[in-house]
């Protein structure tokens, strides 16, 4: 089993910066499992917006070059950090983990995630 807790999230005002934490524990090694970060409005669906595999990391468009994913190997706690925050990355912000997989397109799906963190919400004002 492994277990996802985030923290991090507040509320701030567009153009500020904030960092996101999930914090891995289980069965996992530093190498084992990929962790990706998700968001949720109410009444959709969740959104993918960045994973880390390995060393490979992908980012979906709407928050590259904002966004970055980071992950701490000694402690085992992936970050994401959140710059120029508008209000439309308002969401409540999951973390989720999954052994590697061989075909790259399927962290894009939450799907792919067995396991998963509660939440936290991240909330930008104009």
């Known amino acids: 089993q492994v277990q996802l807790v985030e923290s991090g999230g507040a509320s701030v005002q567009a153009g500020d910066s904030l960092t996101l934490s999930c914090a891995v524990s289980g069965r996992t090694g530093a190498y084992d499992y990929a962790v990706g970060w998700f968001r949720q409005t109410p009444g959709k669906e969740r959104e993918f917006i960045t994973v880390l595999s390995w060393n490979d990391r992908y980012y979906v468009d709407s928050v590259k070059g904002r966004f970055t994913i980071s992950k701490d190997n000694v402690k085992n706690i992936v970050y994401l950090q959140m710059n120029s925050l508008k209000p439309e990355d308002t969401a409540v912000y999951y973390c989720?983990?999954?052994?590697?997989?061989?075909?790259?397109?399927?962290?894009?799906?939450?799907?792919?995630?067995?396991?998963w963190g509660q939440g936290t919400q991240v909330t930008v004002s104009s």
């Open positions: 989720a983990a999954t052994p590697l997989l061989s075909q790259s397109y399927k962290y894009l799906r939450d799907t792919s995630y067995p396991y």
